[in-house]
């Protein structure tokens, strides 16, 4: 392959630049030409494609968000509109195609693949929602973005002795709440993935409460349900002051920890290597550390799963 394009889709997450910067020096050193596509399938489909060089990526590895801008586009769910991206990368005379997204994205990848169209999928969301990895990019940087909002909340809490909800994005999954729980001791942790016994919620925060407690934190996941809906249920049940706060698309930007630039750095420039090996239709990532590749129709067919371990820990040590 001589010629490659490279497009983000779906919700941005940190640590997308520099997965871009990866795929665009890794094609060049390879003496690879490297397309990028703007506002991802919208772009696609209306031929938004500009030929990238080095300096096209240079001062943005430390950037949240993405480049390339981001969108989401009904019409690439359809046929047509596939049929419709692949003329663009041919009259560009792209060969092969890098999907940086969610697995919304990846099915798009997908189906270019099935038409005969080389697609690999890299998984950029802080959801950290997509199997056959451990982490996606952009997971890091949101879960340490909610750590520092808790850290602040939690200075009100104890000097008003209040409890506190807190609502956390993560979509259908519950890895954003369940890492930020663990990390900032909260008292109880709602996800999706579990039952949430709510007897036990309000037994916690009682007990700590007795125990002269002076404030209380409680993650909900937003795939739960609403914060301030579950905040009025609380203070029905205990009579605590209760406050909630949905943390909202903070989470969603900033720059880049160290750990997501990396892993972008990785898993771009592993995508390159599948499509110069002639792979196709497979998403990269990591598992126990090392780069990994999956088929994505396998990959989209399992379910997200959390960590039992790591579940059950979160209550050992908020008892
Ligand atoms: P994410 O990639 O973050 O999961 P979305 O689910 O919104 O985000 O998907 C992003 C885009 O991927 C959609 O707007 C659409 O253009 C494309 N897409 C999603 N599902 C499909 C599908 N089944 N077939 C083709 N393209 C799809």
């Known amino acids: ?9 779906g919700g941005d997450a940190p640590g997308m630049n520099a997965a871009i910067r990866a795929v665009v020096r890794k094609c ?28 096209s990526v240079g001062d943005i590895i430390q ?43 990846f099915q798009g990848a997908q189906k270019l693949t099935e038409k005969g169209y080389p697609c690999i999928g890299v998984p950029g969301t802080i959801d950290n929602d997509i199997p056959g990895t451990d982490f996606t990019i952009g997971f890091d940087t949101a879960l340490n973005t909610i750590i520092e909002a808790i850290d602040k909340i939690r200075d009100t809490a104890t000097s008003h002795e209040r409890t506190y909800i807190i609502e956390v994005m993560g979509r259908n999954a519950g890895d954003l709440a369940l890492w ?60 605590l002051e209760t406050r909630v706060t949905v943390l909202g698309h903070i989470q969603r930007g900033g720059s880049p920890t160290a750990n997501d630039r990396v892993l972008a750095s990785r898993l ?34 399992l379910s997200h799963s959390i960590d039992e371990d790591m579940y059950q820990l979160s209550k050992e040590l908020s008892i």
């Open 180 to 239: 930020a729980g663990l990390a900032d001791g909260a008292e109880s942790i709602l996800i999706p993935e579990k039952q949430d016994d709510f007897n036990e919620v309000i037994t916690r925060l009682k007990r700590g409460h007795e125990r002269g407690k002076k404030h209380s934190i409680i993650i909900l996941a937003e795939g739960v349900g609403s914060g301030f809906e579950y905040g009025d249920r609380i203070h029905e049940a205990t009579n």
């Open 63 to 105: 950037r949240g968000g993405t480049m390339l801008y981001s969108a989401r586009c009904e019409e690439f769910k359809t046929e047509a509109g596939q049929l419709k991206g692949i003329e663009q990368l041919k009259k560009f005379g792209i060969e092969g195609l890098i999907v940086i997204g969610g697995d919304g994205s």
């Open 1 to 9: 392959m001589k010629r490659l394009g490279v497009l983000t889709s």
């Open 268 to 301: 771009g420039a592993k995508a390159v290597d599948l499509l110069l090996e002639g792979k196709a239709g497979r998403m990269v990532g990591i598992q126990k550390n090392k780069l990994v590749d999956h088929d994505i129709i396998e990959m989209l067919a």
């Open 28 to 55: 060049i050193y390879h003496d690879v030409e490297i397309y990028g596509i703007k506002n991802g399938y919208q772009g696609l489909i209306e031929g938004n494609i500009e030929k990238m060089d080095v300096g």
